[in-house]
């Protein structure tokens, strides 16, 4: 059994609010719509939305008349009735519900009929890429040897620094991927691209989650964590099962050696487990390998302060949408997803099953510790400073 449309005033309120830049999941919540709806809409606009300042001529229909004509449709009104309310001619109605109807469903939808008027009328000249088979074939070779539009864009430049016509840039390789697919660059090449997405990113994405108090920034940090030199500074993160299982696993990694500390978190992960945990694990550490923590914005490390109060470990928050910044963690993770794959309920691992994959990865050698384990490492740091205080005056 098929489900019926949506109304086409609701469906308008959720195209709004993506088109305002808030994401799938807000929109959702703000208008009461399923998010497997509102992520349907926002793949048929490939992720890239009309700017709302655009005007058409009293010529042709507008955004509000094709919502009009959606309306009166749903209501079970012929196209006389239809151009009658409109004032338009029964030819305008009956091409427009043709030429613009989805394919696939065989419906009218305002939103994606305005979004292809919009895209007829502002690209009458022909594409870069679509005049110039060298440009375009080069393009197309470089994105299927899985470079990014950016390198692609980039390394014509090298290649080419005499020969403008050899010159691209990453958007427009991005525009004729998402909004003008006019056949000089097939579709299939979407799934070239390292993300493999349909869909655009928001360019210029902020940070959309709850704002943790009191945060200190990554770039406060002291000087001496960049150079890995010397020890007690870790990264942290959580790794997160499906959704129905609701689960994650805490991951914290020393900078210096490698050193893997794994979180159990059997009874949720909020922002009271999250730091009862860290305060657990890292109270076992000695003190001066405990000195800083960096996480990411997410709302876990709401109760920061707590575990800086119970620890002396002081707290530093990344950039939105920045994990290079926490490199040392994210690698690790990678690793983890080996013994925790993605899309799997994390909750089966038992406070022993985390101690095992730890011990595994702390036993493995590294190459940038001249082959030694983390475990080794860490032991030998341990050695010096028994030795230390064994000879201090």
């Known amino acids: 059994m098929s489900t019926p449309p949506l109304d086409p005033a609701l469906v308008r309120r959720v195209m709004d609010l993506l088109a ?13 719509v399923s998010k497997s709806a509102i992520y349907r809409m926002h793949h048929r606009v490939g992720g890239v939305y009309r700017p709302a300042t655009v005007t058409y001529s009293k010529r042709y229909l507008d955004r509000e008349e094709r919502y009009e004509i959606a309306r009166l449709r749903d ?47 502002r690209r009458p000249k022909e594409s870069k890429l679509s005049g110039s088979a060298p ?47 006019r056949g000089e660059l097939k579709r299939e090449l979407t799934a070239s691209l390292r993300r493999g997405g349909r869909t655009r990113k928001r360019r210029g994405r902020s940070e959309t ?29 959580l790794i997160k099962g499906t959704i129905a299982s609701n689960s994650a696993v805490g991951t914290i990694v020393e900078r210096t050696t490698g050193y893997l500390t794994l979180l159990h978190l059997p009874h949720g992960h909020g922002a009271h487990q999250v730091a009862d945990a860290i305060i657990t694990q890292m109270s076992e550490l000695p003190d001066w390998f405990a000195k800083t923590l960096t996480w990411d914005r997410g709302t876990e490390m709401w ?20 994990p290079w910044q926490r490199g040392t963690n994210e690698n690790t993770n990678g690793l983890l997803r080996e013994y925790m794959p ?7 691992h038992t406070a022993q099953d985390l101690q ?19 475990r080794e490492a860490f032991d030998n740091l341990i050695a010096k400073d028994l030795e230390r205080v064994a000879t201090a005056p």
């Open 209 to 237: 989650r709850g704002q943790i108090p009191n945060a200190v920034s990554i770039h406060e940090r002291p000087e001496e964590v960049e150079g890995r030199l010397v020890p007690g500074h870790h990264e942290g993160d």
């Open 20 to 32: 305002a830049g808030f994401g799938p999941m807000d929109a959702a919540r703000q208008t009461g």
């Open 135 to 181: 440009l375009r074939e080069k393009v197309q070779n470089m994105l299927n040897n899985r470079s990014s539009p950016d390198q692609v864009s980039g390394r014509l430049k090298v290649e080419h620094p005499d020969d403008p016509s050899m010159h691209i840039s990453a958007e427009t390789i991005y525009q004729s991927l998402y909004v003008y697919p």
């Open 342 to 348: 993605k899309h799997t309920d994390l909750s089966i």
């Open 75 to 121: 209501a079970g009104n012929t196209i006389t009735d239809v151009a009658e309310r409109l004032g338009r001619s029964k030819s305008t109605v009956s091409r427009e519900l043709k030429r613009n109807a989805n394919p696939r469903t065989e419906q009218y939808e305002p939103e994606r009929a305005d979004r292809l008027a919009w895209d007829r009328q």
């Open 356 to 374: 095992a994959i730890a011990t595994q990865l702390n036993d493995r050698p590294r190459k940038r510790l001249g082959y030694l384990t983390p």
């Open 303 to 322: 109760q920061h302060g707590r575990i800086t109060l119970a620890t002396q470990i002081r707290c530093y928050f990344a950039d939105p949408y920045t």
